[in-house]
T-cell receptor, first 111, second 114 residues
Framework: LAKTTQPISMDSYEGQEVNITCSHN???????ITWYQQFPSQGPRFIIQ???TKVTNEVASLFIPADRKSSTLSLPRVSLSDTAVYYC????????????FGPGTRLSVLP | DGGITQSPKYLFRKEGQNVTLSCEQN?????MYWYRQDPGQGLRLIYY???????QKGDIAEGYSVSREKKESFPLTVTSAQKNPTAFYLC?????????????FGNGTRLTVT
C-alpha cells in the first residue's frame, strides 16, 4: 500500500507563491497523483491531477519529476481565501479500489 | 447546476436511535461514496457503490448501512451499533468507478449524537 507524506502545516503571506510537496515513494505504475482542497465544514474540492512532468490549470500547477516519487502542488500568488487543508492522493486501499485520504497540509495565508 | 446535495447540514440524535443521511447527485455519475471525517483528521471510507444495486464496504463499515436503488441516490444509515457516530459525513461521486477518477463531494452532514 503506497503511502503519502506531506507537511502537516504551512504558513504563507498574501501574494506569495506556495509550494506543497508530497512524497510517495511506492507509487504504482498506474497511479495518478491528485490534489484536493478542503475548507472548514465543506467537502474537499478537486484541484488538479497529473501523471508525469507538469500539469497546469487556472488554479494551480502540479510538478512531477521523472521518478514520480514526489510531486509539488504550486499555488501562485495566494490570497487569504486559499487558507485550507490540501490533500495529496496517490495511495489506494488494500483492495486497490479507492483513495486513502491522509491528514493533509493545513495552509494558513496571512495578510 | 450539477452537483451533490447532502441533507440536512446538521443533525442531532439521541444515543440508540438510527438515523439516515441523504445524498443525491445529478451528475449522472456511476460511482458514489460515503466518507467520515473526525476533527483534524483525513477522510475514512465507509461504503462505496460502483453501480446501482451494488455496494461494497470500505474501511470502517461497521455500524453503518447503505442502499443504492437509484443511480442518483445513496443514503447512509448510522445505526445504534456504531459506537462513535458523532462526526462529519461526506458523500462523493465519480464519473466512473476508477481510482483515478476525480471525486466530487457534497458539503457534508454534521451528525451529533448525545
Amino acid at each position: 500500500l503506497a503511502k503519502t507524506t506531506q507537511p502537516i502545516s504551512m504558513d504563507s503571506y498574501e501574494g506569495q507563491e506556495v509550494n506543497i510537496t508530497c512524497s510517495h515513494n511506492n507509487i504504482a505504475t498506474n497511479d495518478y497523483i491528485t490534489w484536493y482542497q478542503q475548507f472548514p465544514s465543506q467537502g474537499p474540492r478537486f484541484i488538479i491531477q497529473g501523471y508525469k512532468t507538469k500539469v497546469t490549470n487556472e488554479v494551480a500547477s502540479l510538478f512531477i519529476p521523472a521518478d514520480r516519487k514526489s510531486s509539488t502542488l504550486s499555488l501562485p500568488r495566494v490570497s487569504l481565501s486559499d487558507t485550507a487543508v490540501y490533500y495529496c492522493l496517490v495511495n489506494r486501499d488494500n483492495y486497490g479500489q479507492n483513495f486513502v485520504f491522509g491528514p493533509g497540509t493545513r495552509l494558513s495565508v496571512l495578510p | 447546476d450539477g452537483g451533490i446535495t447532502q441533507s440536512p447540514k446538521y443533525l442531532f440524535r439521541k444515543e440508540g436511535q438510527n438515523v439516515t443521511l441523504s445524498c443525491e447527485q445529478n451528475l449522472n455519475h456511476d460511482a458514489m461514496y460515503w466518507y467520515r471525517q473526525d476533527p483534524g483528521q483525513g477522510l475514512r471510507l465507509i461504503y462505496y457503490s460502483q453501480i446501482v444495486n451494488d455496494f461494497q464496504k470500505g474501511d470502517i463499515a461497521e455500524g453503518y448501512s447503505v442502499s443504492r436503488e437509484k443511480k442518483e441516490s445513496f443514503p447512509l444509515t448510522v445505526t445504534s451499533a456504531q459506537k462513535n457516530p458523532t462526526a462529519f459525513y461526506l458523500c462523493a461521486s465519480s464519473i466512473e468507478p476508477s481510482y483515478n477518477s476525480p471525486l466530487h463531494f457534497g458539503n457534508g452532514t454534521r451528525l451529533t449524537v448525545t
